[in-house]
């Protein structure tokens, strides 16, 4: 007689509660409807949280939800953490608006003894560096420095054909030396297509209580999510994701390509082009059109994008990661 395992039940049963159509249909219809009022509350703070964190999903315009995988899967569904097959690490760095810069670093391996569970380690920074400060007259009053920053940790497990994940992040964020800290969750499901090159994704991003500054609270950006991901021929990917922020009342749609002009996923050597668009009623933290690259040599990769910004100038952003 086999003896029953109550934590794999469980995880079993939430696996398969997520994924009946009383609850994945619901989600969905949460995201995809763009008009529908769902918070009294005017807007969300905190747009650092908005920002890319992988350049691969930067340049298909943060369509990342169903496509994004191991360690750069943290800012965009933590289910992705658990295709990780080895240990990675990430960094990223970004030209941001208006002179700031955006930097991310991440970890991921797993855990020993755990069957199977991956944990991921991130840390992501928004430096401002040096504002100029101005008094009533408009005379110059000296300078101020600001930044936002989150540390995460992250952890996935594959259950079959359903990844499960989700990420804990304590952020600060400070303004001439006065501080804010708060803290969110994200939580991720993926799920691969039997017969089909295609799967999507569910996540849920930004959930906490917001970010308290003195006696006032600012509000996360809180999102849900949904994505497709479809290989139509081989080294040919499209991305569809639409993401619903729920205290901005607004859906961002983003849709992303990627071609392999030579090597693929098991390949140790390649070169892929990428390309995007999004809409959002010029709302988002990026421009609409986005473009990039990628380089594969051994077991490691480097991805540039790039979005013109208009009038306010456009963003750069580097990723360089490694399989260990």
């Known amino acids: 007689m086999k003896n029953k395992n109550p934590q794999h039940d469980a995880a079993n049963r939430a696996v398969y509660l997520l994924s009946r159509p009383w609850v994945f249909a619901p989600m969905l219809l949460l995201v995809l409807i763009p008009s529908a009022k769902l918070s009294q509350a005017l807007e969300s703070g905190a747009e650092f949280l908005r920002i890319d964190t992988d350049a691969r999903a930067g340049a298909m315009s943060s369509a990342g939800a169903a496509s994004a995988t191991g360690i750069s899967a943290l800012n965009y569904n933590p289910a992705g953490l658990a295709s990780m097959v080895k240990g990675e690490a990430a960094l990223s760095h970004s030209a941001w608006y208006l002179g700031s810069s955006h930097d991310f670093a991440g970890a991921g391996f797993t855990l020993p003894g755990s069957q199977g569970w991956k944990m991921g380690l991130s840390f992501t920074r928004l430096s401002s560096?040096?504002?100029?400060?101005?008094?009533?007259?408009?005379?110059?009053?000296?300078?101020?420095?600001?930044?936002?920053?989150?540390?995460?940790?992250?952890?996935?497990?594959?259950?079959?054909?359903?990844?499960?994940?989700?990420?804990?992040?304590?952020?600060?964020?400070?303004?001439?030396?006065?501080?804010?800290?708060?803290?969110?969750?994200?939580?991720?499901?993926?799920?691969?297509?039997?017969?089909?090159?295609?799967?999507?994704?569910?996540?849920?991003?930004?959930?906490?209580?917001?970010?308290?500054?003195?006696?006032?609270?600012?509000?996360?950006?809180?999102?849900?999510?949904?994505?497709?991901?479809?290989m139509p021929a081989p080294g040919f990917m499209l991305n569809f994701d639409a993401k619903r922020y729920v205290y901005d009342k607004y859906t961002a749609y983003s849709v992303g390509t990627e071609y392999a002009l030579f090597g693929g996923p098991g390949s140790i050597y390649g070169l892929t082009l990428r390309g995007g668009v999004n809409g959002a009623g010029g709302m988002g933290a990026a421009g609409a059109l986005s473009a990039g690259a990628g380089v594969k040599v051994l077991n490691a990769e480097l991805d540039y994008a790039m979005s013109p910004g208009g009038a306010i100038g456009g963003t750069q952003r580097i990723t360089l990661k490694k399989k260990f």
Do not use: H, M
Not at 157 to 164: E, F, I, P, V
Not at 184 to 201: C, T
Not at 211 to 225: A, C, F, G, H, M
């Open 129 to 230: 560096g040096d504002i100029e400060g101005r008094s009533a007259n408009r005379g110059r009053s000296g300078g101020y420095a600001a930044y936002d920053q989150a540390a995460g940790l992250a952890l996935a497990r594959q259950y079959g054909a359903y990844s499960l994940g989700g990420a804990f992040k304590y952020i600060e964020s400070s303004i001439a030396g006065i501080k804010g800290r708060g803290y969110a969750v994200d939580l991720g499901l993926k799920r691969g297509l039997k017969g089909v090159p295609a799967s999507f994704g569910l996540s849920v991003q930004n959930l906490g209580p917001g970010i308290t500054y003195l006696s006032q609270r600012e509000k996360l950006p809180l999102s849900v999510n949904a994505g497709i991901s479809f």
